[in-house]
């Protein structure tokens, strides 16, 4: 009998003699590659663990090519005894995440090991159906700037060359949030049009004063010149927007931000954190810029944001590069000027975890609730495969407490979480009773706008949530008796110049996605379908063509400069008739069908790694994004109009 079999028959004896005769045997693993200390947890036979944990030399770091821990297979069991030995004598945590994020406190919700719930929720504080899950945001939401303004949170991200620019979001409890507004929704003011995939407006800021909002970003020109960065500001009475158009700032540097008081208003840029006075309206530069503190790691300090607090200024820095070693600092000073302390506990956020589901953890900022709970947004990213972050950089939310000796740490120094307790949001009559110490900026604002009346994207009906790699045509998107009317480019998807690529972020790792049009007569070499698209210089497309005497389907992919064509699937008399196509992903693979409406379901291609759908794919320009999917259409020389009748996304 070998240890897995002793385990397997819940034989203390036989694995103690084993262990003792054999103590490296422990590290082996089972036949389905489960290191043997956590499939004695999954067994359920806690004398077993409680011998291995005591007197074998297991490592209780050990975890499955998952990531999960003993805490993830003793979950599975539901031995409500060998869980509270494994959290409270060994210290594992209930809601470390996997690979996946899935926490015991999942495993033990999913199998409905009801006693254990109940075990868990008292040992966490709260019951698994009043926890959030990191991220908040998912898909191509990075750098995040937060405000609150009276019981309303809003959020910017970086938009890049999409369009409209810069997504304004709303929420009520700080996790879920809906885009109501963009800062930019003139084509003509966005100024994207000759600009490269990955360029254009990066890591905006939005603040609040005296009834305004403000929201700041850099604007990244291509490397054609002796310039390539400027800031812009734009500003509004209305979180949503419109927003007035943006002003520019001719000074070099990346990720501004604005710091407002007493009527004065500065503005914060890398390296480090530089500072200067802005305009009343803060449209211009009033005061030369100057350095206020590199930071703690002096390694690519950037993404400065100030916070007044209790008679400090508290100066947060992203450090590290946007890479595995980003993290989140944090020094102050009693005046604005400075000098700045570095933080003692720096760096307050970072994922030292290499193995975890979420990477690349910093660029946050912080925002307090009316009752006085501190929480800090910041961007993360979650790898496949070989380390491909298809969903781009999204945004997750941890919340801050501050040490005695008046600094602030986030999540107690452990790093992004998986599952968190959800905050405790006040109304205004309940925060009334409530001492709150301090406030981020101006957080008061008496309003009774109704946020449902939101700006539409291309004020033609959209949702907030379909973007463009650049504006769209004045005729290239509208919405005609309930369809989406879409002109096709007479560029190809690898150029810059390709316009109306309707698209929406992708948002998780496996989905569906599905859209359906009337097949127009199409002129040869003509294209009408769907695209899984990065940038113009990846992406895949699935297509209706035609040749010279037939109707066809086709897959490509387009990897840099190289084109891969897949095999062709013909067409039977399609003109006029609805057709759906449609991709099926997970994680990696694609699986490409179609269906002429009213018949089966047909597959054209499978393909099994599209990892250059990242940031990480290939080595060519600036690639900071996230993998979308949508609608699009390739006209050459004459016209093309594409009557869509539906598109569907369902995350799987």
């Not at 003792?20 to 663990?49: H, M, R, S």
């Not at 908040?136 to 309303?152: A, E, H, K």
């Not at 709303?170 to 000759?194: M, Q, Y």
């Not at 020094?331 to 400075?338: E, F, I």
Request: aromatic fraction near 10%; glycine fraction near 8%.
């Amino acid at each position: 009998m070998n240890l897995e079999q002793a385990i397997e028959a819940q034989n203390l004896n036989e694995v103690i003699k084993i262990l003792t005769e054999n103590p490296p045997c422990i590290d082996e693993k089972t036949k389905n590659d489960i290191p043997l200390c956590l499939y004695a947890a999954q067994a359920g036979g806690f004398p077993i663990v409680k011998y291995i944990v005591e007197y074998s030399r297991a490592s209780m770091n050990t975890v499955d090519e998952e990531n999960r821990t003993i805490l993830h297979y003793a979950a599975m069991s539901g031995n409500i005894d060998m869980n509270r030995y494994l959290v409270e004598k060994v210290g594992m945590d209930i809601t470390a995440g996997d690979r996946n994020l899935v926490t015991p406190y999942q495993i033990a919700w999913e199998h409905g090991h009801k006693e254990l719930l109940a075990y868990y929720e008292k040992q966490v504080g709260a019951a698994y159906e009043n926890m959030y899950h990191n991220p908040i945001r998912t898909g191509m939401f990075p750098d995040p700037s937060i405000v609150r303004v009276g019981d309303d949170y809003y959020m910017v991200n970086s938009s890049f060359i999409f369009f409209p620019c810069i997504p304004v979001s709303h929420s009520k409890d700080l996790v879920h949030w809906e885009i109501i507004g963009h800062a930019i929704t003139n084509p003509e003011w966005a100024k994207l049009d000759e600009l490269e995939g990955g360029r254009g407006y990066w890591a905006p800021d939005i603040s609040y004063d005296n009834g305004t909002f403000y929201i700041t970003a850099t604007y990244r020109l291509n490397d054609t010149g002796t310039v390539y960065r400027k800031q812009i500001v734009v500003s509004s009475d209305r979180p949503e927007g419109p927003y007035s158009e943006p002003a520019v700032i001719d000074e070099d540097g990346i990720d501004p931000s604005i710091f407002h008081e007493d009527g004065r208003h500065y503005m914060l840029l890398n390296r480090g954190a530089r500072i200067f006075e802005l305009s009343s309206d803060c449209k211009s530069q009033i005061s030369e810029a100057s350095l206020l503190y590199y930071g703690s790691q002096k390694r690519a300090p950037e993404g400065p944001h100030l916070l007044k607090k209790d008679g400090y200024y508290y100066l947060f820095l992203a450090e590290g590069g946007t890479g595995p070693g980003h993290r989140i600092t944090v020094a102050r000073s009693r005046t604005l000027m400075g000098n700045y302390e570095p933080c003692p506990y720096n760096p307050i956020m970072r994922q030292m975890d290499e193995k975890a589901g979420l990477q690349r953890c910093g660029h946050g900022k912080p925002v307090c609730t009316r009752n006085g709970e501190w929480y800090m947004v910041y961007l993360c990213g979650r790898r496949i495969g070989k380390g491909y972050s298809i969903l781009g950089r999204e945004t997750a939310l941890d919340p801050i407490t501050w040490t005695q000796d008046g600094w602030p740490i986030v999540n107690n120094l452990k790093g992004p979480s998986v599952l968190q307790i959800m905050p405790m949001i006040l109304t205004e009559e309940q925060a009334q009773t409530t001492h709150a110490s301090a406030a981020i900026q101006q957080l008061t604002l008496s309003s009774s706008d109704d946020l449902t009346k939101k700006v539409k994207a291309f004020q033609n009906g959209l949702p907030n949530d379909f973007i463009t790699p650049r504006p769209p045509e004045k005729d290239g998107i509208s919405i005609k008796d309930g369809h989406l009317i879409l002109k096709a480019s007479s560029y190809p998807l690898s150029t810059v110049d390709a316009r109306n690529i309707l698209v929406r972020r992708q948002s998780a790792f496996c989905f569906k996605a599905e859209a359906e049009f009337r097949v127009p007569v199409l002129s040869e070499g003509q294209e009408a379908g769907i695209t899984c698209y990065y940038d113009e210089n990846t992406w895949v497309c699935f297509f209706v063509s035609r040749d010279a005497d037939t109707y066809f389907l086709q897959v490509k992919e387009h990897i840099g400069k190289e084109d891969i064509e897949h095999s062709i699937e013909k067409l039977v008399d399609p003109i006029g008739k609805s057709i759906v196509l449609g991709v099926n992903t997970k994680y990696l693979s694609r699986s490409f069908y179609y269906s002429i409406v009213g018949e089966n379901v047909k597959i054209v291609e499978e393909l099994p790694d599209v990892y250059y759908l990242c940031d990480e794919g290939i080595s060519m320009g600036k690639r900071f994004t996230g993998a979308m999917v949508g609608m699009y259409g390739y006209s050459k020389e004459e016209p093309l109009f594409i009557e869509f009748e539906d598109f569907r996304y369902q995350e799987i």
